[in-house]
């Protein structure tokens, strides 16, 4: 078993649409939580950084974390289709230790 | 966010041939740096853990030899891909930590842009 999960997709949406994306974890060690948005042929992105469980807003992008269910996601509202790409969630257990990737959910936006 | 830029984007080599990656950032100084290898519609896999002014720490499975990391400075990773094979051809990414005053590291990684590697 993956330490963590991501359904690698593709999900296509119309524009305007509410995006969810998500992630599940075995290792309830992890503690630091993170969404990278990855175009095609560049380096990720970072978008959201959060520690813990709880919610962290930051514009059209949403991300929560619930450490008792091992569940993250990242939402996004009023989908663009300039947000077309691959999304990875990451997580690490300690600072300085590995950051696990998933395997990337492929995301379309449909104009 | 913080600057990690890589040089060259995009790479064509003669099987044989050894080709050399550098990783830089730009605003902040990065004691330890990240290499990773990135298979078509796959996952980031780190390849190993490069720290400033020491040997690189690799990962189980990756060749050291074959890829030669160094940290010379507070602000440059090279990797270099010796005696470069087809099976080479990749998508290389580094990447970095921003150093934290109070715990020096926090977690966050930033990335460079990638370099893609085609060996003939």
């Known amino acids: 078993q993956k330490e963590v999960e991501q359904d690698p997709g593709p999900l296509s949406v119309p524009e305007g649409a509410i995006v969810s994306l998500n992630c599940t974890y075995s290792n309830s060690a992890f503690q630091y939580f993170m969404w990278y948005r990855q175009y095609s042929r560049k380096g990720p992105e970072l978008l959201m950084y959060t520690y813990s469980s709880g919610n962290k807003e930051d514009g059209r992008f949403t991300a929560q974390v619930d450490k008792s269910s091992k569940y993250i996601s990242l939402f996004i509202r009023d989908s663009q289709p300039s947000d077309s790409a691959t999304y990875l969630c990451?997580?690490?257990?300690?600072?300085?230790?590995?950051?696990?990737f998933g395997q990337g959910t492929e995301l379309s936006v449909k104009p | 966010g913080a600057v990690v830029s890589q040089h060259p984007s995009w790479v064509i080599c003669k099987s044989g041939t050894s080709v050399k990656i550098e990783c830089r950032s730009l605003d902040f100084q990065a004691t330890t740096m990240f290499w990773y290898r990135q298979f078509p519609k796959q996952s980031l896999m780190l390849m190993a853990t490069s720290n400033e002014g020491s040997k690189a720490t690799y990962e189980q499975g990756v060749e050291k030899d074959k890829f030669l990391i160094n940290h010379a400075s507070l602000t440059l990773s090279t990797l270099t891909v010796t005696s470069a094979h087809p099976e080479d051809s990749s998508f290389y990414i580094c990447?970095?930590?921003?150093?934290?005053?109070?715990?020096?590291?926090?977690?966050?990684?930033?990335f460079g842009e990638g370099s893609r590697l085609t060996v003939l």
């Open positions: 990451a997580m690490i257990k300690n600072q300085g230790g590995k950051l696990i």
């Open positions: 990447s970095a930590t921003i150093p934290d005053r109070t715990s020096g590291y926090t977690g966050e990684l930033f």
